[in-house]
């Protein structure tokens, strides 16, 4: 039911999540934020059951700012997406956990990763990366317009896009969808879309 | 075991090898990414392919990458391809009641040069053969395949013309694997890979 957005451009990841959170078919509330950061330079945006999310979510933030403090070492993205993958292909046998999640950091020496994680535990590093039906609708849109190494207004207008896609032909009506990026100064809230 | 996709072909020639596989990652019937190959090198005469659930892939990669450290560190020589292969088959059987649901591959040069290609099923079962072996959704059509084009004694130019032949004859009439090949070419001399051009459907 989340729609989540998300693309790698030049020295930025960037990603589109909305902002509504439900219960069976009524809405209850517009306005939440559902990015979860890691660290300075990177964040999770999440879609699965709520209490699934929220559980394994703070388990993961905690668990890596736990590793930073004891050994004062900044992971990388590429460290943390094997760790979560590990997380949740061990969940998988023990406890199923049924959330997808997309991974997106900035380090300096590698420049914007995205990694997408399955509830399956497959990792796959990805240039976009559209989660929930409405990949069904966007991902052809995107494999058409996705550029390597697009600036900023561009990746926006591309989000733009892909919302006006949504609104015209996706059952559901979603509400506005909340950007975040992240580049070398951290990560940050751009706005509504 | 189709859930994610993809199709391995591993030919044999002389004093030499050739394995290749499609780079579809696919979530059932939708195609998530075109770049994932699911061949992996252990060491310069030996590759692994495997083909399943790709959660379990990584997780049984990441096992056979600390096992084979440890024991190139203990040794001081690489891992032989016997031996490799009984270590993979343990290490499918200790999960005999909840399998990791992955079907691989192995094909190696060991320290004389001699052809060593094996398939294994989801418990560890080793099948050798001498020729080829395939596994992945079209194994079957890619079995009746191989039979018709493969000859004893090949180079290795003829066996990359005639596995990249065999590979893009068997993806082209399947929608789980496909989106680009790639294909490892080993010898006593090295490894060259290459990447070759399929319908990207």
């Keep these: 039911m989340d729609t989540i957005i998300s693309l790698s451009g030049k020295d930025f990841g960037i990603c589109a999540i909305d902002t509504m959170a439900f219960k069976s078919f009524l809405i209850t509330k517009t306005n939440i934020n559902k990015f979860i950061e890691i660290g300075k330079n990177k964040f999770l945006a999440v879609s699965g059951y709520p209490g699934d999310v929220i559980q394994f979510t703070d388990f993961l933030q905690k668990t890596i700012q736990l590793y930073t403090l004891k050994t004062g070492l900044t992971l990388s993205t590429r460290s943390v997406a094997n760790c979560i993958r590990k997380e949740l292909s061990e969940c998988l046998r023990k406890n199923p956990l049924n959330i997808n999640l997309i991974l997106i950091g900035f380090d300096k020496i590698y420049g914007s990763s995205l990694y997408f994680i399955d509830y399956l535990g497959s990792l796959q590093r990805m240039n976009f990366c559209v989660q929930g039906h409405s990949s069904l609708i966007l991902s052809s849109f995107l494999d058409q317009y996705f550029r390597q190494k697009m600036n900023l207004q561009e990746a926006v207008q591309i989000i733009k896009k892909c919302s006006e896609i949504l609104k015209k032909r996706y059952l559901i009506p979603q509400t506005r969808l909340l950007i975040r990026i992240v580049d070398e100064e951290g990560c940050r809230c751009l706005g509504l879309v | ?201």
């Design chain 2, 1 to 201: 075991m189709d859930y994610n996709g993809g199709s391995i072909i591993i030919m044999g020639g002389k004093n030499c090898f050739a394995i290749a596989s499609d780079l579809r990652f696919g979530l059932d019937n939708f195609t998530k990414g075109h770049a994932t190959p699911k061949i992996f090198k252990i060491h310069e005469k030996l590759f692994i392919g495997m083909i399943g659930l790709f959660g379990d892939i990584s997780t049984i990669r990441q096992m056979l990458e600390y096992k084979t450290s440890i024991y190139s560190l203990k040794k001081s020589e690489k891992i032989q391809p016997f031996g490799f292969s009984s270590m993979l088959s343990n290490l499918l059987y200790h999960h005999r009641f909840g399998p990791f649901l992955v079907e691989t591959v192995l094909a190696g040069l060991d320290e004389k040069d001699n052809l060593f290609i094996e398939s294994k099923d989801i418990l560890g079962a080793k099948s050798p053969s001498s020729d080829f072996a395939t596994i992945g959704s079209c194994s079957e059509s890619l079995y009746g395949i191989c039979q018709v084009f493969w000859k004893p004694e090949m180079n290795l130019e003829e066996l990359f013309k005639t596995i990249s032949s065999c590979l893009v004859l068997g993806l082209n009439r399947n929608c789980i694997s496909g989106w680009g090949g790639i294909v490892h070419m080993v010898s006593k001399d090295g490894v060259v890979s290459k990447i070759i051009q399929t319908r990207m459907d």
